[in-house]
T-cell receptor
Framework: DVKVTQSSRYLVKRTGEKVFLECVQDMDHENMFWYRQDPGLGLRLIYFSYDVKMKEKGDIPEGYSVSREKKERFSLILESASTNQTSMYLC????????????FGQGTRLTVV | AQSVAQPEDQVNVAEGNPLTVKCTYSVSGNPYLFWYVQYPNRGLQFLLKYITGDNLVKGSYGFEAEFNKSQTSFHLKKPSALVSDSALYFCAVRGTTGGFKTIFGAGTRLFVKA
């Protein structure tokens, strides 16, 4: 069974902290994505990666960075957490960038206090 | 610019009745269209997709969707709703030109009453 695993289900961090959200997929997918989900706004793309060490900005990259050193792992980094980054973060992967469906992790609910 | 609209924040149906969750889209080129479902505190699960071919596509859990090019719609349907269908449903679209980003709608919450 295919799997996308996010390292934490719930996180509480303080304003100004550097936060790492980790995501691992076991499907040998080329593409990986980070979204944030907020009520009434749906999913908004933060960053995506189509290959190791490759990354592209999504719609809302400000305040975030990413790292993809290995094919199976895609990390989202909040350089200096702020309260407006309190949200549900979803990682996803797909075999290609458009025709095939994405597989999602269970989500990380991040609260910045 | 690509966009997806789910005009209803919430849909209420009685168990056993048919359900429809609406989605309209705007893309460059031909659309690739997807429906996902999200249960509480979970990630999204894929339901079905339209890439090409037959306008009526069938997916998981008895759901189906009809692609209508002239109306730029891709409504999700099920002939007989179950209480367990209650969840948050997302429509997503990607165009075949102008970049390969997938755009998600805001989501529609479905409540099925027993």
């Amino acid at each position: 069974d295919v799997k996308v695993t996010q390292s934490s289900r719930y996180l509480v961090k303080r304003t100004g902290e550097k936060v790492f959200l980790e995501c691992v997929q076991d499907m040998d997918h080329e593409n990986m994505f980070w979204y944030r989900q907020d009520p009434g706004l749906g999913l908004r793309l933060i960053y995506f990666s189509y290959d190791v060490k490759m990354k592209e900005k999504g719609d809302i990259p400000e305040g975030y960075s990413v790292s993809r050193e290995k094919k199976e792992r895609f990390s989202l980094i909040l350089e200096s957490a702020s309260t407006n980054q309190t949200s549900m973060y979803l990682c996803a992967s797909s075999f290609d960038s458009g025709r095939t469906e994405a597989f999602f992790g269970q989500g990380t609910r991040l609260t910045v206090v | 610019a690509q966009s997806v609209a789910q005009p209803e924040d919430q849909v209420n149906v009685a168990e056993g009745n048919p359900l429809t969750v609406k989605c309209t889209y705007s893309v460059s080129g031909n659309p690739y269209l997807f429906w996902y479902v999200q249960y509480p505190n979970r990630g999204l699960q894929f339901l079905l997709k339209y890439i090409t071919g037959d306008n009526l596509v069938k997916g998981s859990y008895g759901f189906e969707a009809e692609f209508n090019k002239s109306q730029t719609s891709f409504h999700l349907k099920k002939p007989s709703a179950l209480v367990s269908d209650s969840a948050l449903y997302f429509c997503a679209v990607r165009g075949t030109t102008g970049g390969f980003k997938t755009i998600f709608g805001a989501g529609t919450r479905l409540f099925v009453k027993a």
